[in-house]
């Protein structure tokens, strides 16, 4: 099973995909997190894909879909994946039905996190992310037990540097102009399920659970 978890920057996409992967075993695959990762350790990719992800731009097409398709292409995607922050263009979106269709496959579902503009502020300023595992934490909604360490493997816990408020405007101005014309892309397929993401972590979980397996 391949599924999307769609939603704006802040929406809880990295947060249900931890816990959802956990759940049924898919792989959790974040083109965020693969970016952080490149530029930490200043690959090819990382040098190029820098500029953009600091300025909160999407990082070129081109470069996206080769490292998404070159990662899904890994054998631990075998029996399917969650993909969190991909796709985020029209590009994207057909780039990876094609690459899909060619081994016989398609997206099984796309579920869109849905929050209010409003809410996704609070939750950017306030997130904080593990140096070590990448866990998700946030200040107030979803406190780590000892402040500045993560819960699960005593990290260290630190600020993306996007997330400051010049940042955060712009992901959110790009997202709505780049990203959301997804949803009429996959709901015109018939693979969209929308959820409420403004409900507790706890609760978006269960009816994150209840989409995939309503399939
Ligand atoms: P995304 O991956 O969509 O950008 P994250 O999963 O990183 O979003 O969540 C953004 C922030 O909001 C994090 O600090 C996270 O702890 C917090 N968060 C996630 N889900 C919820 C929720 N249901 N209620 C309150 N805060 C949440
Ligand atoms: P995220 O961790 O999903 O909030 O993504 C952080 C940044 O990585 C974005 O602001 C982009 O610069 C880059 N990025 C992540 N996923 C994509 C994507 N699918 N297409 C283009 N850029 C991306």
Not at 175 to 185: E, M, V
Not at 186 to 212: F, H, T
């Amino acid at each position: 099973m391949d599924v999307i978890l769609f939603g704006a920057p802040g929406a809880g996409k990295g947060t249900q995909a931890a816990i959802l992967a956990e759940k049924t075993g898919l792989v959790h695959i974040t083109t965020g997190e693969l970016f952080r990762e490149a530029i930490r350790q200043e690959t090819e990719l990382g040098k190029q894909a820098k500029p953009y992800y600091d300025g909160g731009q999407l990082v070129p097409d081109r470069l996206t879909i080769a490292m998404l398709l070159e990662r899904l292409s890994q054998s631990d995607c075998a029996r399917g994946a969650i993909l969190d922050g991909f796709p985020r263009t029209l590009e994207q979106a057909t780039a990876l039905d094609e690459a899909l269709a060619q081994e016989g496959k398609a997206i099984d579902k796309v579920i869109y996190i849905q929050v209010p503009e409003n809410e996704l502020l609070g939750r950017l300023s306030g997130r904080w992310n593990c140096r070590q595992c990448s866990s998700v934490y946030h200040e107030r909604f979803q406190p780590p037990r000892q402040a500045g360490r993560c819960d699960q493997c005593s990290g260290e816990l630190y600020q993306r540097d996007d997330d400051k408020p010049e940042t955060v405007r712009r992901r959110l101005e790009v997202y709505a102009q780049q990203t959301a014309p997804l949803i009429d892309y996959y709901r015109a397929k018939g693979k969209l399920v929308e959820i409420d993401g403004g409900k507790s972590v706890e609760e978006v979980a269960k009816g994150l659970l209840a989409a995939v397996e309503g399939s």
